[in-house]
């Protein structure tokens, strides 16, 4: 993996391109597609949290990873996904379409944040999708709502700081607005045209990130619910790591699958294998239908 090729915001750095050989392209940009969609926003927590309504049947919550929106992490799976659930897809505190408050950002606050949306909705269990910043609020929603928490879906993250090379935590340490990629600030720009906003979204994910919060390996083993661990062979964190984290949880699964990091679910950089894509969305909607009430 090469240094130089990730934009380090937080744990969803995501890398920009690799292993292009024997790859479909998908478009130039995601979308999420005609999937009977209605959105808007709800007063939670004191945020105004923008979020969008995708589908019918079975909640499935997405939490997006650091930096990103909606359509940058989830924009070619929410669609498949949307043919047989109900997705609730969230954009955090400070990202895309949802205003930056004057309150810390934290893995613990938007796990309420997402607790707080699904009581709005009236919704008393879901399952959740969370993609690497994404993924460690959705760790931190199993911890501070297991009553709420059907099954989650934890991909590309660490729970403590060993997870990620050393080299990763010397580079955030040091970063710089100039050297994330025009293609995400594009992204935020076309939702959100306020470039305080995205430099500020920046500001917030580095100091995160910089101040990361370890989760407890006693934490770990006291989710209750089923967890799906997904980690790119090449990812941020690395393979040991999930290894760790799914022998921490009693109840879970491990799946590493070839590429890097989001590449699985083809965020919005990485090679747009439809096979790998279509694998991915397989494998989840089996973890999440098994067991299923018939």
């Avoid at 980690?231 to 109840?251: F, K, S």
């Amino acid at each position: 993996m090469h240094k130089t090729r990730i934009w380090i915001t937080i744990a969803a750095l995501i890398i920009s391109a690799c292993n292009q050989t024997n790859t479909n392209q998908m478009g130039a940009s995601p979308t999420t597609g005609n999937t009977n969609k209605t959105s808007g926003f709800a007063l939670v927590n004191g945020l105004n949290m923008y979020h969008e309504v995708h589908g019918t049947g079975a909640p499935l919550v997405l939490i997006h990873g650091g930096g990103s929106s909606i359509a940058t992490t989830y924009g070619r799976v929410l669609p498949e996904f949307a043919k047989t659930r109900k997705v609730i897809a969230v954009e955090m505190q400070a990202h895309g379409r949802t205003a930056d408050i004057d309150r810390p950002l934290s893995f613990e606050q938007d796990a309420d944040d997402i607790a707080a949306l699904l009581t709005q909705l009236n919704i008393k269990t879901a399952d959740v999708f969370g993609f690497s910043n994404g993924a460690s609020t959705t760790l931190q929603f199993a911890i501070r709502h297991p009553q709420m928490t059907n099954k989650i879906v934890v991909a590309s993250t660490f729970y403590n700081k060993t997870g990620a090379p050393g080299w990763f935590w010397e580079m955030m340490a040091k970063p710089t607005f100039e050297t994330i990629p025009q293609v995400y600030k594009d992204a935020f720009l076309e939702i959100n045209p306020d470039s305080n906003a995205l430099y500020r979204m920046y500001e917030r994910d580095v100091a995160r990130m910089q101040s990361f919060p370890d989760i407890t390996a006693e934490q770990m083993k006291s989710i209750k619910a089923p967890v799906f661990f997904i980690q790119g062979d090449r990812d941020i964190a690395t393979p040991e790591h999930a290894v760790e984290m799914h022998r921490l949880v009693p109840n879970s699964r491990l799946a590493i699958i070839p590429g890097g990091h989001g590449e699985y679910i083809g965020e919005l950089t990485t090679p747009q294998n439809t096979a790998l894509i279509t694998a991915t969305v397989s494998l989840v909607n089996e973890f999440l239908n098994a067991d299923r009430a018939k």
